[in-house]
């Protein structure tokens, strides 16, 4: 019964430090309190100097360095082939939706209607791919 208090009742101990430890007794306490010969561990290990760390840093720096380099190296090409790419995407979703249209189309007239916009989707992706390939091929 206490156990099913303990448990209903979360918001006591919410957000606080909880420690488990064996007394001299031997029995099992969990309380909010540090146990007697409880010691504060420091974050970073103790062999971490701070010259250690700067050096670390440093050489963390020099690799995003690195990796920006390469990164901008081919920056306005891949920034052309990203919009070529979300262009096509999105004639190549329209497409979609043209045929989903004209399957459930239910007379004649709709059937043609979304036939002729899907022809002249389907003739815009194929530029759109086209320009795509284009881009792509560019040194």
């Known amino acids: 019964m206490i156990l099913l208090a ?26 909010d309190n540090p146990p007697p010969e409880f010691k504060l561990v420091p ?3 103790p062999d971490v100097t701070e010259e ?8 963390q720096e020099k690799e995003r360095e690195k990796t920006q380099t390469v ?10 082939i990203r919009a070529a790419r979300d ?28 036939r002729e916009k899907l022809d002249k989707q389907h003739k815009v992706v194929e530029e759109k791919k086209k320009k795509l390939d284009e881009i792509i091929s560019l040194p």
Do not use: F
């Open 87 to 114: 262009e096509w995407e999105y004639a190549v979703s329209r497409e979609e939706n043209y045929r989903l249209n004209l399957q459930s189309a239910t007379d004649y007239n709709q059937r043609l209607h979304w």
């Open 43 to 45: 974050d970073s290990p």
């Open 6 to 31: 303990w448990v209903a009742a979360p918001g006591y101990a919410n957000g606080q430090m909880l420690y488990k430890y064996i007394d001299e007794e031997g029995t099992y306490v969990i309380t």
């Open 52 to 59: 250690k760390r700067l050096e670390r840093d440093k050489e």
């Open 71 to 80: 990164r901008n190296a081919g920056t306005e090409k891949q920034e052309k």
